[in-house]
């Protein structure tokens, strides 16, 4: 089945005469539940929601993996942590992975006997620092330099090595990249992201290739209580039957976006996997179905950067990517990176693209005449 038909379909109940396609959210503290607990399909809303189930049977579909719906992204990152991390272990993080997976590792899992390595996502460059270690962590692309690195390669040789493999699936979806047939035993998202991509809920999940990681999984969920709403699942879900729609056109914006950017003198460092010229263009060809909404960009300083942005018309002065509105912000204003002041990321939404491009011309021209 073509991956457009499949996401358009993903996880509704087969069809039943008066149900609707996808079933409304099902808002439940307890459920009823008499006798023993396992004659009841749904006992208590920390446990489980029929919502979820669902949506789970939907990721699974796209992921090629059994799935667990989390509270948000860093959900999902903590719940992959605290099921494979033990003190003494070391895990291998990009360096240039987002800044709060990279916080909670050095920080958290530091305290508790975890030893932090790192090294950067282009190149391959965490293949030289495989000895020993339990969990390798990989985002690709890299939020927010967009580097990518081989994730066949990596996992091949972290298995080799004994490694665990964890990806972050984030700025690619499930829809443009597939972790676990490239390997990864792993496959995590933050779902606040293009995935649902309405900027309107907070939420994420893992899949496993090896099923036997999922009542660990749930447990972890169950018990850490990191459990998300009813309503966001079912948003969720409902927002899945347009990824391929909403993907295709961010992709075509961003990659117009980023050859507009390229041709610009006040313009420099502009990433986009898709670029052809981008020196990680073809790596991400090998395993990437779409470059994802996201483009990155440097502007000369913080000031002419903050003037560009505050220019813009139609582009969103907004943190976060994915969403089908245009955003862009001065990464730099959050700390925890290694990027230029002037860095710019701008995830492309599903606008007309001649409008976007009129838009940010009017921007770097008011920026210009400083
Ligand atoms: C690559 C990546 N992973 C994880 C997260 C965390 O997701 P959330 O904000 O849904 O907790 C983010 C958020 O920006 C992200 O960019």
């Given at each position: 089945m073509n991956y457009r038909t499949l996401v358009t379909r993903a996880g509704l109940p087969k069809p039943a005469q008066g149900a609707p396609f996808l079933p409304g959210p099902v808002f439940a503290g307890p459920f009823h539940a008499a006798g023993e607990i396992a004659d009841s399909p749904y006992s208590y809303g920390r446990y489980h929601n029929p919502g979820w189930t669902l949506y789970e049977q939907a990721l699974s579909e796209l992921e090629g993996g059994t799935v667990r719906v989390f509270a948000s992204g860093m959900a999902a990152v903590s719940a992959v942590f605290g099921l494979v991390l033990r003190p003494g272990d070391v895990v291998l993080l990009p360096s240039d992975c987002y800044h709060t997976t990279r916080r909670l590792a050095g920080g958290f899992f530091t305290q508790m006997g975890v030893t932090v390595r790192m090294?950067?996502?282009?190149?391959?460059?965490?293949?030289?620092?495989?000895?020993?270690?339990?969990?390798?962590?990989?985002?690709?692309?890299?939020?927010?330099?967009?580097?990518?690195?081989?994730?066949?390669?990596?996992?091949?040789?972290?298995?080799?090595?004994?490694?665990?493999?964890?990806?972050?699936?984030?700025?690619?979806?499930?829809?443009?990249?597939?972790?676990?047939?490239?390997?990864?035993?792993?496959?995590?998202?933050?779902?606040?992201?293009?995935?649902?991509?309405?900027?309107?809920?907070?939420?994420?999940?893992?899949?496993?290739?090896?099923?036997?990681?999922?009542?660990?999984?749930?447990?972890?969920?169950?018990?850490?209580?990191?459990?998300?709403?009813?309503?966001?699942?079912?948003?969720?879900?409902?927002?899945?039957?347009?990824?391929?729609?909403?993907?295709?056109?961010?992709?075509?914006?961003?990659l117009a976006i980023a050859q507009f950017l390229a041709g610009r003198p006040e313009v420099s460092g502009v990433r986009y996997p898709g670029l052809a010229a981008d020196p990680a263009h073809h790596v991400a060809v090998r395993q990437m179905r779409h470059f994802?909404?996201?483009?990155?960009?440097?502007?000369?300083?913080?000031?002419?950067?903050?003037?560009?942005?505050?220019?813009?018309?139609?582009?969103?002065?907004?943190?976060?990517?994915?969403?089908?509105?245009?955003?862009?912000?001065r990464r730099a204003r959050w700390g925890g990176d290694d990027i230029p002041e002037g860095f710019i990321r701008l995830s492309a939404g599903c606008e007309d693209v001649e409008d976007l491009i009129a838009d940010l011309e009017h921007a770097l021209t008011a920026m210009a005449r400083e």
């Open positions: 090294a950067p996502t282009a190149g391959n460059a965490q293949q030289d620092m495989l000895g020993g270690v339990k969990l390798l962590w990989l985002e690709t692309p890299s939020n927010p330099g967009l580097d990518v690195c081989d994730i066949r390669e990596l996992a091949s040789m972290a298995h080799e090595a004994g490694a665990l493999v964890a990806v972050d699936n984030t700025t690619a979806t499930a829809l443009g990249q597939n972790p676990l047939s490239l390997g990864a035993d792993f496959s995590l998202a933050s779902d606040t992201k293009a995935l649902t991509g309405h900027a309107d809920l907070i939420l994420g999940h893992v899949a496993v290739r090896d099923a036997t990681w999922a009542e660990p999984l749930q447990a972890w969920r169950t018990q850490m209580g990191a459990i998300p709403g009813p309503m966001e699942v079912w948003l969720a879900h409902r927002s899945l039957a347009t990824l391929a729609l909403r993907l295709e056109r961010q992709c075509q914006n961003a994802g909404p996201v483009v990155s960009f440097v502007l000369p300083d913080r000031n002419q950067a903050e003037k560009f942005l505050g220019s813009c018309q139609l582009v969103y002065q907004s943190t976060s990517f994915g969403s089908l509105h245009t955003t862009a912000e």
